[in-house]
């Protein structure tokens, strides 16, 4: 069956680089896009940017300058990476797939459980 | 960007009645919409894909409609467990961006 799992530290300093792994089974990332939303306490989701099936990436413009995704296709993994962390920061990051229909980009229909990140010193 | 607003933020009903969430767009996005669910401390679960269409495992009592900029979520009559937080979500354009949310609750 599809799974996504988040990993990473739980714990950033601030200014520090936060780096996360998504590892999914049941399908590949050669086939699907994978992405990386945030969610801050109480709020809302937000999209942070994406890795295509074809190993391309787009970012959402508030993070591009300091986001980057990549992925090791052997290790059906997808990374994070973000530098110059700050308190705002803290929030549960997540990884999901979503399929491209006829309609257009689908909704996200596999999510991993979240990894909760807090930026403090 | 385009702009998603949900109302109303907070609704409060009774389990069996049936309500209607709204999320409206900032511009024409066709039925390029999805809708959530997010119980406390979980992730989300995708409930409705384009504006209408079911997805497998949900129950037939949730459906969407709307196209354009309104859209609707309905619930044909709440149960306990779908007590939660309501997120709809462009994918029209390729900066994806969620609405606010709407908090069903019990009255």
């Known amino acids: 069956q ?9 714990l ?14 049941g399908f590949s990332i050669t086939s699907s896009s994978v992405h990386w939303l945030r969610q801050q306490s109480g709020k809302s989701l937000e999209w942070m ?29 997808v990374f994070l990476k973000m530098n110059s962390l700050q308190t705002e920061d803290t929030g549960t990051y997540y ?21 909760r990140v807090t930026v403090s010193s | 960007n385009i702009v998603l607003t949900q109302s109303p933020a907070t609704l409060s009903v009774t389990p069996g009645e049936s309500v209607s969430l709204s999320c409206r ?7 390029g919409i999805h809708w959530y669910q997010q119980k ?11 504006a209408s269409q079911s997805i497998s495992g949900i129950p037939s009592r949730f459906s969407g409609g ?6 609707t979520l309905s619930i044909n009559g709440v149960e306990s467990e779908d007590f939660s937080i309501y997120y709809c979500q462009q994918t029209y354009s390729s900066l994806y961006t969620f609405g606010p949310g709407t908090k069903l609750e019990l009255k």
């Open chain 1, 12 to 25: 950033v300093q601030p200014s520090e680089t936060l780096s996360l792994t998504c590892t999914v089974s």
């Open chain 2, 25 to 31: 767009a900032s511009q024409n996005i066709r039925t």
């Open chain 1, 95 to 115: 990884c999901a797939r979503n399929l491209y229909y006829y309609s257009g980009d689908g909704g996200f229909d596999y999510w991993g459980q979240g990894v």
């Open chain 2, 66 to 71: 709307g196209s354009g900029t309104d859209f």
């Open chain 1, 2 to 10: 599809v799974q996504l799992k988040e990993s990473g530290p739980g």
């Open chain 2, 40 to 50: 406390s401390n979980e992730s989300p679960r995708l409930l409705i894909r384009f």
């Open chain 1, 49 to 77: 940017g994406r890795m295509w099936s074809d190993g391309k990436t787009s970012y959402n413009s508030v993070f591009i300058s300091r986001l980057s995704i990549n992925r090791d296709t052997s290790k059906s993994q």
